[in-house]
């Protein structure tokens, strides 16, 4: 089960300094409302252009009664991809930054990490070192840092970690690193009936605890990665423990899989980023009926950052190819986003 | 994993034939509408009773603003084991009569079951070899009959089985032998702005056939055990084909494992019928605040079937030992349900 981490699990690290150029730190946006209280929802950060265009003429295909391609409430599901999708993932997945935080902050209570080069290279801030972390010593940092508690337990230190950790380029919290046309988008969807989940490599729990409030998506439709759990009686209390071994590895392939095995109903709209978003949206796209495939494509060094086919992170090249064969929309974050992110 | 499918795959052969006593055999119930349309949810079919007050007294104590016990709307989970507790589950699991049933329509495509036991004593129908299949045996014909298609394929054959077969007892199609109290409670339950689940030992793709129909939940709010997947393309079309190894086995401490990786909320109401179901009522309880954990008690051989602690199937004895200690409801299936089946 090894191998299956490795995408997931690339260290970007050479670029994890060089990406911070500094610049002012904003204050930090607003925690955003649920959907269900945004009273109109617009699409106002997407300027007017092939993208935006293709979404409203979907939604009104699907949507309008009558319309030959009218699909009924309970099947718009709509699925995102999360990471380098709805938030940024430069220069790294932010949870495997979540990893490398608290190895800093545990590092105290754990002399043994000392003897341990993987740790080491962290607790250094060792540029050189850090590159050369193998799949196996990231799952190792993962491992001992996410795992071996109680899901009530992560959570609270998901969220202590968001209420104190700063994005080294943007100095904002991490969860406030949402994009803003996709917030909307979301809630231009929900507005016309979708259901909208959230597919992401990243693990379900990391996501739970700021979802609802960052894109109004309810822990019941974020699906993910997960860790094996366990149940265990404690004194006669129910603990769910979280092991420290893949359960699922939610990318590629298995996300067609997660959606089946979630959901039970194929989406009829699909957005993501990357080659790890390839087999969802080719299981989108060959539904029958209507359906909405669509790529952001990251083209904007200035606001966000700028890449695509060679990038460790986010590597956008057989999607790329597929998107542009069957005419999926992609987004030019650059040219079609007025604003990136809210603050 | 092969020993984990045991309590799913136990295969009460001896009790098949027995228990056809004949009946009149009843016409098929009608199929009942959505939740949705139900304009009144009343618990009719439940006597005044201790269960019913229990239910009714819980629902108002969360459900009332200004309650000490109020709980918002979207907190408000309720899971329900199938098997046993929303639908009969005797002489064995319906999903188990559809395997054997699956080969005997299929033998004459598979001339290589005439040397292998276990599927020729399914063929002749031999209840002393039956009786000594091994969960090895039924693992192989569950495999053999119900994976190696992708999912939609499965669709159609769980679709043609359940407009053709009948119950060897009450000549009725599977599907209809649902329990009418039940499915009032679960009315009852979503008029009150409750999320109805089921969770089962059952598989999931089995069960989303059916669910909507009989009990008006959707296909993503059906959790169960599952076969591996595996998205692969056919001729530049994907396809999810269902693989002859299990994913995940839901039943007894798998469900708070799978309550929690599928929803991310804890349940505040539980049913189930079953020591499969102990540590789902368990993990409901052990919640803040107030929570209702039930059991469905078969006590009812006229109308349905009697059976507790000794049952190979729906074995009812440290659930009911833990329910009597903690104060659960316990449902007396003939005393407290005026009638049983909707037909």
Redesign the interface.
């Known amino acids: 089960m090894l191998g299956r981490w490795t995408a997931w699990l690339i260290l970007c690290a050479a670029s994890l300094l060089s990406a911070c150029s500094t610049s002012k730190p904003p204050s930090p946006a607003e925690a955003q409302g649920q959907a269900q209280t945004v009273p109109a929802a617009t699409l106002a950060s997407w300027n007017d252009g092939p993208s935006r265009r293709a979404i409203t003429d979907f939604v009104q295909a699907v949507t309008q009664p009558g319309s030959p391609d009218f699909v009924p409430a309970?099947e718009r599901i709509a699925v995102f991809d999360n990471d380098g999708t709805l938030w940024s993932e430069q220069p790294m997945y932010f949870q495997l930054m979540f990893a490398l935080d608290q190895v800093r902050t545990m590092a105290p209570s754990h002399p043994e990490w000392k003897t341990k080069p993987a740790f080491q290279a962290v607790l250094r801030n060792d540029s050189a070192a850090l590159a050369k972390l193998t799949t196996r010593d990231l799952l190792q940092i993962v491992g001992a840092t996410q795992t071996g508690m109680d899901?009530d337990q992560y959570t609270s230190q998901v969220r202590q970690w968001l209420a104190t950790a700063r994005h080294p380029r943007f100095h904002v919290p991490y969860n406030t690193m949402t994009y803003a046309p996709m917030r909307e988008l979301l809630d231009y969807l929900r507005a016309h009936g979708f259901?909208t989940y959230i597919v992401s490599g990243g693990e379900?729990?990391f996501m739970?605890v700021w979802a609802q409030q960052a894109y109004g998506i309810?822990?019941?439709q974020?699906i993910g990665s997960?860790f094996a759990?366990?149940?265990e009686?404690h004194d006669g209390?129910?603990r769910?423990m979280r092991l420290p071994k893949l359960?699922f590895y939610d990318d590629g392939?298995?996300k067609?899989?997660a959606i089946?095995?979630?959901?039970?109903?194929r989406p009829i709209f699909a957005f993501g980023n990357s080659d790890g978003d390839l087999?969802m949206l080719?299981?989108t796209s060959?539904g029958a009926g209507r359906r909405f495939a669509g790529l952001v494509h990251h083209t904007d060094a200035q606001r966000e950052w700028a890449y695509d086919r060679d990038s460790k992170i986010g590597r956008l090249d057989k999607a790329l190819d597929e998107a542009q064969r069957q005419g999926w929309t992609i987004v030019d974050m650059e040219k079609e986003w007025s604003r990136v992110y809210a603050f």
Do not use: C, D, N, T
């Not at 089946?260 to 109903?265: K, N, Y």
């Open positions: 309970e899901s259901k379900v729990e739970r309810p822990p019941e974020v997960s759990a366990k149940f009686m209390k129910p769910l359960g392939p298995g067609p899989v089946q095995h979630a959901i039970g109903r087999q080719q299981w060959a």
